[in-house]
């Protein structure tokens, strides 16, 4: 049995057992490292001396007869958006290479206080700005189900980690589907939870009405184990909700007797790949046949949620982008004067994704667009979320495909803005209306690439998602299957 393809739910049980050691299972997730990463690019940073000693740190404590926590030992890994204090937060940009955060994201503190053992941080599109990892400043990640293609983005690198065996778990954030999006194309499952269910507080702005935080597992009670431990209020986030977090592995059983699904028209749409169709449509035969109710409903304004996603978040990026200005942190490129001080330095050290959503949310705040852009734009998402508010009235739950095609090759879609922006039209909505949302693996293309089921629900309501997710999750095997990845 190779240790790195196991999830933590297991390993947690041999670790409690005396069957390996965290130093053990540590060890092999390290040997994987060195085994595929070459090919694989997850990674920016690798904790390695860290992760021993945390792994030692772990065992000292099993050898007391002290009880251990779920993550305990489990070797993970981090988005490098999320700030580690000490460890290097690039955000995937030149502008960041060398910025080492003084404080921890409050998921961070949360995951630390689980006593895991942390590899490093994971790869990304530059500043989240991207669905494929291709626009990371310093290279793509690739799909280990095949090094040729993209494993999604923005999370890719994290995405990637879970399915290599590089991490057992990791953390990703979400804007438009940069977990859900990169969990699909790499056979893991992957939450955007509800909009302030998880603090913001440490994770580098993009679009802050829309980013946030999530776990990428290699399966559903992985999933509800990891978001107990960094869901919550955090006061040093003001768009935290203060509700009462339940335990999320509650949720984990094989029922959906009585639950009434709804397939949203608009999400099978003309262009969309027939495999991904296909496995979809099964998937939804196999909960009916398990007990669910499907209905067909209908969420009209989906077309224009590509278009409205596509002026908010550039807006807020720009925004948020402002302060990175060669003053008071990062890189720093000379001019004569400040003006053209934070010209050269912006110009040398973003990237091109990043210059093109800068100028996008600029133009769409600028003096006499305000209006017929932005203002417009927020006005089409209260539509978007009306729309799903209708559609809760009827149905517990909605189900679609997480993204229209299964992994494409890298180079493919990356000279093709417009293209690659329409990869997110199944997963741009929910961040919209700040709802949870979820991907599991739900069938391979006939080229064994992963597809996934996106399953969406009510706000704050991520245990009827994990519910379903793991009643068909069981009934199937596609969550055991694993890359056929190096020589072992």
């Known amino acids: 049995m190779k240790l790195y393809e196991q999830p933590a739910h297991v390993l947690h049980d041999m670790l409690v057992n005396k069957e390996i050691t965290a130093l053990e299972l540590t060890e092999a997730v390290l040997a994987r490292i060195d085994e595929v990463e070459g090919d694989v690019k997850a990674y920016l940073t690798i904790t390695r001396d860290e992760a021993v000693a945390q792994a030692k740190a772990v065992d000292e404590k099993i050898a007391k007869g002290e009880a251990i926590g779920f993550l305990e030992g489990i070797p993970g890994a981090i988005k490098d958006n999320i700030c580690t204090k000490g460890v290097k937060t690039t955000c995937a940009s030149k502008i960041l290479q060398n910025f080492v955060p003084p404080y921890n994201a409050t998921v961070v503190e949360k995951i630390n206080a689980a006593n895991p053992v942390i590899m490093g941080k994971t790869n990304m599109d530059e500043f989240a700005m991207g669905g494929s990892t291709e626009n990371s400043a310093y290279y793509p990640t690739a799909n280990p189900w095949n090094t040729d293609c993209v494993p999604g983005g923005s999370s890719g690198g994290s995405a990637a980690a879970v399915a290599a065996g590089t991490a057992i778990w990791a953390l ?176 040398k050290y973003f990237g091109e994704e990043v210059k093109r959503r800068i100028m996008i949310g600029n133009y769409a705040l600028s ?80 080229d064994g690439m992963p597809i996934g089921l996106q399953l969406i629900g009510k706000a704050l309501d991520e245990e009827t998602l994990i519910r379903v997710a793991y009643t068909y999750e069981q009934s199937q095997k596609y969550h055991e299957a694993r890359p056929q990845l190096g020589g072992k």
Do not use: W
């Open 172 to 347: 990703g954030s979400d804007t438009g589907g940069s977990i859900r999006q990169p969990a699909s194309f790499c056979g893991v499952v992957g939450m955007k939870p509800t909009y302030g269910r998880v603090s913001r507080y440490g994770l580098v702005a993009y679009a802050s009405s829309l980013d946030q935080i999530g776990p990428l597992t290699k399966d559903v009670t992985d999933c509800a184990n990891l978001l107990n431990i960094i869901a919550g209020h955090d006061e040093m986030d003001s768009t935290c909700v203060n509700e009462e977090v339940p335990d999320y592995t509650k949720a984990l059983v094989q029922d959906v007797k009585g639950l009434k699904i709804g397939l949203p028209k608009e999400y099978f749409v003309k262009g969309m790949d027939p495999e991904v169709e296909a496995s979809v449509r099964a998937a939804v035969k196999q909960l009916e046949d398990l007990g669910a109710e499907v209905v067909e409903i209908s969420l009209p304004n989906t077309d224009y949620a590509i278009s409205t996603y596509y002026l908010i978040a550039p807006a807020e990026a720009a925004t948020n982008l402002q302060r990175y200005d060669g003053v008071s942190y990062g890189m720093r490129e000379d001019g004569a004067d400040i003006v053209e001080m934070m010209t050269n330095t912006r110009s």
């Open 367 to 446: 003096a006499g667009y305000y209006d017929a852009y932005y203002l417009k734009a927020l006005k089409v998402r209260r539509l978007v979320k009306e729309d799903y508010d209708k559609a809760f009235k009827q149905v517990d739950v909605i189900l679609c495909p997480t993204a229209p095609s299964p992994a494409y090759k890298i180079g493919e879609k990356i000279s093709d803005p417009l293209e690659m922006y329409l990869q997110d039209a199944c997963t741009v909505p929910l961040n919209l209306a700040g709802l949870p949302g979820m991907s599991i693996p739900c069938g391979f293309s006939k």
